[in-house]
């Protein structure tokens, strides 16, 4: 198949609305999943080199367009919003420094970024563009995805027990990841990380003129606000997983102020745990389906 039959035949696949799934276990997505080697950093300032190992940077003939974040060998996971009908978009993986060819702090180099070419799209079936709701999409890239250091998953949950819903539910920050201009850097070249709080809904419907779908969260910054290079990017946490810390991403960035002031609208993953399941079970080579036999049978903590 040439490029072009292949660029033709990318075809964006909108997946039906998904049902809450209740287990007896709470189950990842990937089992090697969440971890980095990164130091921990000030709020807002740049990312460590290998803080956010599964950060994707998707652009479209070298011109940026959103963040998303890799989820296992084969998929990314992004906002619905950030995906072109065309199917005309790259991701690149292991990128710091969009400006470098090689990132290096001090005496610290990482291997280049690596550019992965997109066969499949899916976007959730029950997007509104109008509102932002269910602002979900995953992009299945064309070839697997072989990890490094600067190149690992995000850990994502597939199954839920009641006792982590609620933990989920309670969980009042996030660190935030991307390449938007916050914390007053003004080209938005360099990765970014800053913490965002939960926020009530009622602030998020003020500005952006509507109430929040059921599967949105508001959140907020203390100081500046997140921004249009922020869209699609992940939303972490640090949890105990049995004797390990691990990285689960719990939102994506749906929605952003055009100023880059104000709150922010979220997609709340633990709506659409299912869904991200279903693509994945659907579309994804039978070897690198992990679960859910392979579930390790543990509650998991927030720290």
């Not at 990312?47 to 940077?57: D, K, Q, R, S, V």
């Not at 499949?120 to 072989?146: C, P, Q, T, W």
């Not at 004797?243 to 100023?259: D, G, H, K, M, P």
């Amino acid at each position: 198949m040439t490029r072009r039959e292949m660029k033709s035949s990318i075809a964006v696949v909108v997946i039906i609305a998904s049902f809450w799934l209740q287990g007896s276990h709470s189950i990842l997505l990937e089992n090697n999943c969440g971890v980095d080697s990164g130091r921990v950093i000030e709020n807002g300032k740049n990312a460590g080199l290998t803080n956010n190992p599964w950060i994707a940077y998707l652009h479209k003939r070298e011109q940026f367009k959103c963040a998303g974040s890799l989820v296992n060998h084969w998929f990314v996971l992004t906002a619905a919003h950030c995906l072109p009908d065309d199917g005309d978009i790259k991701v690149r993986l292991g990128e710091y420094n969009s400006k470098t060819k090689v990132d290096c702090v001090e005496h610290t180099c990482l291997k280049p970024a690596q550019d992965y070419d997109v066969d499949m799209i899916f976007k959730h079936s029950s997007f509104d563009a109008n509102n932002h709701a269910n602002d979900i999409g995953m992009l299945r890239l064309e070839k697997r995805v072989e990890y490094q250091t600067n190149i690992l998953p995000v850990c994502i949950f597939v199954s839920f027990t009641e006792s982590l819903k609620k933990s989920l539910d309670a969980v009042l920050w996030f660190k935030a990841s991307g390449w938007g201009n916050s914390a007053g850097d003004t080209n938005g070249t360099v990765l970014q990380e800053q913490d965002i709080l939960r926020h009530k809904s009622t602030a998020c419907s003020e500005l952006f003129g509507k109430d929040l779908a059921s599967d949105q969260i508001c959140a907020s910054m203390d100081n500046g606000a997140l921004c249009d290079g922020d869209s699609g990017g992940p939303h972490i946490r640090v949890m105990r997983y049995g004797q390990e810390f691990r990285r689960v991403q719990l939102a994506i960035t749906s929605r952003t102020n055009a100023e880059c002031k104000g709150s922010t609208i979220l997609t709340d993953l633990s709506s659409h745990a299912d869904w991200i399941k279903r693509v994945v079970h659907r579309f994804g080579p039978l070897a690198d389906k992990q679960w859910p036999d392979n579930g390790v049978k543990i509650e998991p903590t927030f720290v």
